[in-house]
């Protein structure tokens, strides 16, 4: 069964310092991993996915299949990236089947 | 387009009666997927619907249900709850294109459900 491991609940770091939340992954198939993002009151929405290998506010990510890891990175933090974050992979049993797999979340906090 | 939307926003219920919750995808969107996220834990994959058929089955009892209707808005059925089930239930929607290749999942805002 695939599983996710965020081990961080909370991550606290200064304001212009380089941020990194970890995600490992077990799964068997070949991995197809994403983040997601929760601001305070607002929906769950994708940040970024490793197949399109883009930059989204200032974040990256690269899948590690030998480490079996897709940590999020930013060299510099700014306040409005203090949110919640979910490392999610996705598995596909069948055409047109589509299942998410989250992390427990790693609560970033940036402190002014 | 208002996004997915979810309706009730939140809903009390007592042990052991029984809540439908609904869904309404994105305009053009026909798969749904139904997710259900604890406090202090990421979402929990429940069903995922597509051309009214059900496509995914995560690790729920039978007293969860779902269905898809003809305009692809969506029903999650949850029978003799629990004081457990109490959570925040989260519906996505997404487009699926040739082969059934999936695109990305965009969530609803929740319904908060509260066993007593």
């Known amino acids: 069964a695939q599983r996710v491991t965020q081990p961080e609940k909370l991550l606290s770091v200064f304001k212009g310092a380089p941020v990194e939340l970890k995600c490992n992954y077990s799964y068997s198939g070949s991995p197809e991993l994403f983040w997601y993002v929760q601001y305070s009151r607002q929906r769950l929405q994708l940040l970024l996915r490793h197949i399109s290998r883009e930059s989204i506010k200032g974040f990256t990510a690269d899948l590690n299949k030998g480490e079996t890891s897709f940590h999020l990175k930013k060299p510099f933090a700014q306040e409005e990236d203090s949110a919640m974050y979910y490392c999610a992979l996705r598995t596909k049993p069948g055409a047109g089947s589509y299942q998410l797999t989250f992390g427990k979340g790693t609560k970033l906090s940036v402190i002014p | 387009d208002a996004g997915v939307t979810q309706s009730p926003t939140h809903l009390i219920k007592t042990r052991g009666q029984h809540v439908t919750l609904r869904c309404s995808p994105i305009s053009g969107h026909k798969s749904v997927s139904w997710y259900q996220q604890v406090l202090g834990q990421g979402p929990q994959f429940i069903f995922q619907?597509?051309?009214?058929?059900?496509?995914g089955r995560g690790n729920f009892p039978d007293r969860f249900s779902a269905r898809q209707f003809p305009n692809y808005s969506s029903e999650l059925n949850v029978n003799a709850l629990l004081l457990g089930d109490s959570a925040l239930y989260l519906c996505a929607s997404s487009l699926v294109g040739l082969a059934g290749a999936s695109y990305e999942q965009y969530f609803g805002p929740g319904t908060r459900l509260t066993v007593t």
């Open positions: 619907y597509y051309e009214k058929e059900e496509r």
